[in-house]
């Protein structure tokens, strides 16, 4: 995507969006084809990506509170089995591997934690889903030695983490921060359309700065997002 904050984005939509109360911006956004649907659409993306944090499912105002030396185990066996799925997998079965680390940034403490438990959650859907891709994998981490006993191992030292105060990070799910993204995406690509096409029907520039198409933001891969603009994120809770 364009390299502008979150809040800019939100904003240049916004704009976008109310421009249309202007009966001149609608008849000439008309002759390139955007109606009632093309609005309500730009609307719905819009909502869907602000308003993510009310999709997010109530929780009691409880967290790990892990002890030092069981903090040091967790992350070294962060370290050595992430690291072994993800060079296994990432190569031979790239659809589960995503499945599996979708989400999933590396940290510390709380983190690690969290980490463990999705991937473990997640291995263990993977081991109900029965599909060839999936027997296959687990065959390969099995081979590899994330064995069902290694497994079962760390599920035994998460159960021994003891529940204190709840950060607020630790509340948000892997998966709601990939939701969260591909609505952001899917908004910005929706604004990115109409505001070029904007811009070959509309001459006046008192319009173009109601519509605030005055600037172009060209698109750019997902390949090139860096790991900062994946962080950004979670900039709510500073």
Known sequence: MANLPRDEKFHKVLKFLISFHNPKVVALMGARGFDHDSLSEGWNLLRQAADWMFEIKQLDSTSFAVKSDTVALLDRWENTWFDVA?????????????????????????????????????????????????????????????????????????????????????????????????????????????????????????????????????DSSKENRTQDENDDFLTFLD
């Open 86 to 218: 993800d060079a296994a997998l990432a190569r031979l079965y790239p659809d589960v591997h995503r499945k599996l680390f979708s989400g999933i940034s590396r940290g510390s403490g709380f983190g690690v934690v969290k980490n463990i438990q999705t991937l473990v959650g997640r291995l263990e859907e993977l081991e109900a889903d029965q599909t060839q891709d999936a027997i296959n994998a687990l065959a390969i981490l099995e081979k590899r030695g994330l064995t069902q006993s290694e497994r079962d191992t760390i599920k035994h030292i998460l159960e021994d983490v003891t529940l204190e105060k709840m950060s607020e990070e630790f509340l948000i799910e892997p998966d709601e921060i990939e939701k969260r993204k591909k609505h952001e995406e899917e908004v910005w690509a929706w604004y990115l359309d109409w505001s070029k096409t904007a811009r070959t029907v509309v001459a006046n520039e008192k319009l173009r700065g109601l519509m605030g198409i005055n600037e172009v933001f060209e």
